[in-house]
T-cell receptor
């Protein structure tokens, strides 16, 4: 099992460009999450999906959209990137009946 | 806003010594979890303690939870150089057990 995978690993954007971060899990988990991690801070929740077709805002959703394409995949889209969105983005998943979240390796995004 | 605050921000010890990290939080929780992050990598789950538990062990890890003080501690015994990493506490609550993370403690174990 690969667990949680994320693509790309690194990305550099110019202000105003758009991009989609991809996340997939092969653990048959219902819940999936997107977080961002800024230097010197813990992770902050951007969006959450309890199941296919449902999404919910987290602590810092502004400037982002998400799509739960199917049970395996949960994508995060930046429509018009801003320098404040420079961060490391982590995707996580959680199985039904459990509280542990399993994290992907992260995407390091720089917006110039 | 971050729920958890961790103390100390950084800790440097010799191999073989014990390392203690503390976490405080502000609101009621379902559970509290500790994660480890090696430099440039994703987070790895270490241990979870539920709000009705007071202490839990896993290998060299010992976690305590005091809900009256809204605080938790993580003890790593007989530390090794491979324990060098950042350690985060995260509180889970509400639908979906959404996690709120502290800013983390950077642990350096010198060999």
């Amino acid at each position: 099992n690969a667990g949680v995978t994320q693509t790309p690993k690194f990305q550099v954007l110019k202000t105003g460009q758009s991009m989609t971060l991809q996340c997939a899990q092969d653990m048959n988990h219902n819940s999936m999450y997107w977080y961002r991690q800024d230097p010197g801070m813990g992770l902050r929740l951007i969006y959450y999906s309890a199941s296919e077709g449902t999404t919910d805002k987290g602590e810092v959703p502004n400037g982002y959209n998400v799509s739960r394409l199917n049970k395996r995949e949960f994508s995060l889209r930046l429509e018009s990137a801003a320098p404040s969105q420079t961060s490391v983005y982590f995707c996580a998943s959680r199985g039904a009946g459990g509280d542990t979240q399993y994290f992907g390796p992260g995407t390091r995004l720089t917006v110039l | 806003s971050q729920q958890g605050e961790e103390d100390p921000q950084a800790l440097s010890i010799q191999e073989g010594e014990n390392a203690t990290m503390n976490c405080s939080y502000k609101t009621s929780i379902n559970n509290l979890q500790w994660y480890r992050q090696n430099s440039g990598r994703g987070l790895v789950h270490l241990i979870l303690i539920r709000s009705n538990e007071r202490e839990k062990h896993s290998g060299r890890l010992r976690v305590t939870l005091d809900t009256s003080k809204k605080s938790s501690s993580l003890l790593i015994t007989a530390s090794r150089a491979a324990d060098t990493a950042s350690y985060f506490c995260a509180t889970g609550k509400g639908e979906g057990n959404k996690l709120v993370f502290g800013a983390g403690t950077i642990l350096r174990v010198k060999s």
